[in-house]
C-alpha cells in the first residue's frame, strides 16, 4: 500500500493512527498541502485523487480510495488485528457517531482550504482566523464532551478500554486545539483519553512532528 500524507493534515493523521493499530505498514507519499500553491492541486496528484485532497490510499493493484473514513474502515474490514470497529450494529453506530461528529462537523469548518478562503476571499486578520478556528473546536468539543461523559460504553478510550477508531480521529483534532491554544479545561473526559492515547505507540508514532515530510 502507498499512503499519500502531509505530516499536519489531520485526515492523513487519522489514517497514520488507524495504520498503526492494525500493525500495517505501508509506503509513504508526501503531498506538500502548502508549497508551490499546493501539490494537491497539481496535474499529478489529481489523477490520483481528483478531489485534490489527503489522504490516499493506493492499493497493490493501483485501486485508490479517498476520503479518511473510508480508509479506515477499508483497512479495518480486510485485515485482522486489532479493531477499529466494535462488533455490535449499535456500537459501531456509537462509534461512528463519534467519529462523523469529529470528521464531518468540527475539521471541515478548520480545514486548510477554508481558512484560506476566508483570509484570502474575506480579507479576515490572521485574529478573526483564530478566533474563528477555536469558537468551532470549542463548540464541537462542548458537545462531544457531554456525548463521551454521558455515556456508558466510554471507557479509558471513546468506546471501551481498547483505542479504535473514533479514537483515531480525536486524538488530530485535540492536536489541532493546541495548536490553535484553546482552553482545554472543559473537557476533563476528552483530556483523559487524550492522554491515554497519547502514552500508546500507534499514536506516539502517528503525531505529525514524527513523519519525514515534517520541517
Not at 131 to 142: N, V
Not at 171 to 197: E, H, L, T, W
Amino acid at each position: 500500500m502507498k499512503l499519500y500524507t502531509y505530516w499536519r493534515s489531520s485526515a492523513a493523521y487519522r489514517v497514520r493512527i488507524a495504520l498503526n493499530l492494525k500493525g500495517l505498514s505501508s509506503e509513504m507519499a508526501f503531498v506538500h498541502l502548502v508549497k508551490e500553491g499546493g501539490e494537491q492541486l497539481q496535474e499529478a496528484y489529481q489523477a490520483i485523487n481528483p478531489h485534490g485532497l489527503v489522504p490516499s490510499l493506493e492499493l497493490d493493484d493501483k485501486q485508490v480510495i479517498t476520503q479518511s473514513m473510508a480508509i479506515m474502515e477499508y483497512l479495518d474490514e480486510t485485515y485482522s488485528g486489532a479493531r477499529l470497529l466494535p462488533g455490535s450494529p449499535l456500537e459501531r453506530a456509537r462509534v461512528r457517531s463519534i467519529a462523523q461528529s469529529i470528521a464531518c462537523d468540527i475539521h471541515p469548518l478548520n480545514n486548510l482550504r477554508v481558512l484560506k478562503y476566508i483570509t484570502g476571499e474575506w480579507g479576515v486578520t490572521e485574529e478573526q482566523r483564530t478566533l474563528w478556528y477555536q469558537h468551532w473546536i470549542c463548540s464541537g468539543f462542548e458537545s462531544l464532551e457531554r456525548q463521551l461523559s454521558e455515556g456508558h460504553q466510554t471507557g479509558d478510550f471513546c468506546h471501551g478500554d481498547e483505542p479504535g477508531l473514533a479514537d483515531a480521529c480525536l486524538i488530530p483534532q485535540i492536536y489541532n486545539a493546541r495548536r490553535f491554544s484553546v482552553a482545554m479545561d472543559d473537557y476533563p473526559v476528552i483530556q483523559r483519553i487524550g492522554k491515554n492515547c497519547e502514552a500508546l505507540e500507534p499514536f506516539q508514532k502517528a503525531v505529525p512532528e514524527a513523519q519525514e515530510d515534517a520541517p
